[in-house]
């Protein structure tokens, strides 16, 4: 997992962590088995070793609402 965290560095990703709890930003990095994930001015780090899954995100920004006629 960390290889290809590391193929990702830079990127916009998703990272899911089990349990439906799923964390989005840029990789900042990967160093000592912790992933640094950025999200505008937070950071959060995260154990490679509690990654279940990873994607790349998709750019498009939708909004939860209704769609006018």
Known sequence: ???I???FEGSR???NCANG???RGENAGVED???K???E???VYI???RIVAVSETGESNTRPGFVGK
């Open 33 to 35: 088995g912790v992933l």
């Open 1 to 3: 997992m960390e290889e």
């Open 13 to 15: 990703i998703d990272v």
């Open 5 to 7: 965290l590391k193929k």
């Open 47 to 49: 154990a490679i070793k």
């Open 21 to 23: 709890v799923w964390f």
């Open 41 to 43: 001015d937070k950071v």
């Open 37 to 39: 994930l950025r999200d």
